[in-house]
């Protein structure tokens, strides 16, 4: 049975800059890159030279018939000095824009992916005095730039990046660095969404952009007895970021698995052959359970998935897991659930964040000479974008 989407779906591919660009000489990641070195961080270095071959990425992109890339601006390079804009990197990102509509091509911008300027981190960075305010102004030269842009998330995952900071935190205050189970910092998360907040109604003004920020969802599911620790971690992972979006123009949802919660907790994935490349288990249910759940919390906003994929080297597996996600996504807009897009991470197999083996992409990159090579999902996406159905 053919099963359509709704006329003007967004059917895409996402990338971040730090993942792709290469060279990000002024971010916290390239510093955390070098000083963890000795820990098993690895170098991002080149990366995929996408700072100077997006055009090739996004013709890859429109020729098999996808209509929407998701992109990130690297505020290192646009701020890279506090209040100091380097007017050719915005000029830089607004060619990538212009490449994309020239392509026929809808430019989803992310205006901060995970990675900040290490200025920034060096004024103690989501909890130093000014954050808030500094994102702001950077967010206001970033509006510069972003005419024709309909689509517009001011955050990435907030969720995860109070994830990292909260780490960051507990090893200054001399505590361990925890390798499974870390939660949310709550404060830097506040923080966060205190950003988000503030930084929303400048892009809405000055750009007239759908504007909201993309949610890490957990599709936590509740074992017998767990209630009580459901609903707090439940909480404090996801939830407070979907409230945080209820006066938004949409939320990115973002799915790649699901894991139970007993009353210890999150239950770690266990070693299991089906496991994915990130050690995460076979879940392509979970962008159903996802999509149901930030319905429930953040009530009529619009959905975009901005994030679901798998990191496999078994571009087979990366079809059949894609094609399950998404008809469970499409059972829950069959039940009401307005969703405008689907955005698979990734385009490109990248650096993420850390390591180089995971393999999300719809093409292959050889490092080495960066020749791209398009894999056979791309085509079977595209073709599902040009059907506008499954």
């Not at 929303?200 to 017998?224: C, D, E, H, I, S």
């Not at 996600?325 to 659930?337: E, K, Q, S, T, V």
């Amino acid at each position: 049975m053919t099963r359509p989407f709704p006329d003007g779906f967004l059917w895409g591919a996402a990338t971040a800059a730090h993942q792709v660009e290469g060279n990000n000489l002024n971010n916290d990641w390239w510093q955390l890159e070098h000083v963890a070195a000795d820990h098993g961080v690895q170098f991002s270095g080149d990366a995929l030279d996408s700072y100077h071959r997006y055009e090739e990425d996004m013709r890859l992109l429109a020729g098999a018939g996808l209509t929407a890339y998701r992109f990130s601006l690297e505020w290192s390079r646009i701020e890279p000095s506090p209040g100091k804009f380097s007017r050719a990197e915005l000029a830089h990102y607004r060619r990538m824009i212009d490449t994309a509509l020239g392509l026929g091509v809808t430019p989803v911008v992310t205006l901060h992916h995970f990675t900040h300027p290490i200025w920034f981190g060096d004024k103690g960075a989501w909890l130093g005095e000014g954050a808030v305010e500094a994102f702001a102004r950077y967010v206001e030269q970033a509006c510069t730039i972003l005419d024709g842009v309909e689509w517009v998330c001011t955050i990435n995952e907030p969720n995860v990046v109070a994830v990292n900071h909260g780490q960051l935190r507990r090893v200054a205050r001399g505590e361990e660095y925890q390798l499974v189970g870390a939660l949310p910092d709550a404060e830097i998360g506040e923080s966060l969404i205190a950003a988000h907040r503030a930084a929303a109604p400048l892009v809405r003004g000055a750009t007239g952009a759908k504007v909201g920020w993309t949610v890490a969802n957990q599709a936590f599911v509740m074992t017998p007895g767990a209630e009580e620790k459901y609903a707090e971690v439940q909480h404090i992972w996801e939830d407070m970021y979907l409230e945080a979006a209820r006066d938004d123009d949409f939320v990115g949802v973002q799915s790649y698995t699901s894991q139970p919660i007993d009353e210890k907790g999150v239950v770690p994935h266990p070693p299991h052959p089906d496991n994915t490349l990130m050690g995460w288990a076979y879940r392509p249910d979970a962008l159903g359970i996802a999509v149901r759940h930030t319905r429930e919390v953040v009530g009529n906003v619009p959905i975009v998935v901005t994030e679901n994929g798998i990191a496999t080297p078994d571009d087979r597996r990366r079809i059949a897991y894609t094609e399950e996600a998404l008809r469970h996504l499409r059972d829950a807009m069959d039940d009401g659930i307005d969703v405008r897009g689907y955005l698979h991470w990734s385009l490109l197999d990248n650096f993420e964040w850390g390591r180089w083996e995971p393999t999300f992409g719809l093409i292959a990159v050889d490092r080495e000479t960066f020749e791209r090579r398009p894999k056979p999902s791309l085509a079977w996406l595209g073709g599902i974008a040009r059907a506008n159905a499954i």
